[in-house]
Nanobody
């Protein structure tokens, strides 16, 4: 079992920056493909950014050039640096870990609110 705990959400003005972190329990973090998802009120959960166990990254078109995903395997931590934030980035952000043998795990979510 893997537990994921997000932190770093909050309230920020449009154009500002926030950094999210996700700390994983267990000793197998490095073999997981990791990602950040978000869900705004009344909308479906959507992918924001992914980083594979090999370090390859993928971003939603809406955040390309503004958000950066990274991982620190020894510290079992996933990061999301969010710059030039827009009101439409307002959502609950979830950390996800996925591995074909061990399954799919989610954090509890952290609220990000961007005011105009």
């Amino acid at each position: 079992q893997v537990q994921l705990v997000e932190s770093g959400g909050g309230l920020v003005q449009a154009g500002g920056s926030l950094g999210l972190s996700c700390v994983a329990s267990g000793s197998i973090f490095s073999i997981f493909d990791m990602g950040w998802y978000r869900q705004a009120p009344g909308k479906q959960r959507e992918l924001v950014a992914q980083i594979t166990s090999a370090g390859s990254t993928n971003y939603a078109d809406s955040v390309k050039g503004r958000f950066t995903i990274a991982r620190d395997n020894p510290k079992k931590t996933l990061f999301l640096q969010m710059n030039s934030l827009k009101p439409e980035d307002t959502a609950v952000y979830y950390c996800n870990g996925r591995q074909i043998l061990f399954g799919d795990f989610w954090g509890q979510g952290t609220q990000v609110t961007v005011s105009s």
